[in-house]
């Protein structure tokens, strides 16, 4: 199992970024895949999930109204697209299916 993250950067408040994962190494069409994030000093954090076929969709309710979570089956990939980020976003976010994690790509915002 391999997941690779990209689209993190530097955004100021209220800004937006779009985070991807790329998967191999399992059939990605049957599982659960989900986004966390851990701030410094703090422990990770579910963010949202997406079941096999964009059925059913979590969120934080942190990130509510502001995150939207998808996956496209065809590429192997989900994404994070982070509408009106705030500091408190701040974190390395995470790419996870089961016990299977990235290496994490660092999203930063300034106020």
């Known amino acids: 199992v391999q997941l690779v993250e990209s689209g993190g950067g530097l955004v100021e408040s209220g800004g937006s970024l779009r985070l991807s994962c790329l998967a191999s190494?399992?059939?990605?069409?049957?599982?659960?895949m989900s986004w966390f994030r851990q701030a410094p000093g703090k422990e990770r954090e579910l963010v949202a999930s997406?079941?096999?076929?964009?059925?059913?969709?979590n969120y934080a309710d942190s990130v509510k109204g502001r995150f939207t979570i998808s996956r496209d089956n065809t590429q192997n990939t989900i994404y994070l697209q982070m509408n009106d980020l705030k500091p408190e976003d701040t974190a390395v976010y995470y790419c996870?299916?089961?016990?299977?994690w990235g290496q994490g790509t660092q999203v930063t915002v300034s106020a």
């Open positions: 190494g399992f059939t990605f069409s049957s599982f659960l």
């Open positions: 996870n299916r089961r016990d299977s």
């Open positions: 997406v079941t096999r076929s964009n059925e059913g969709i």
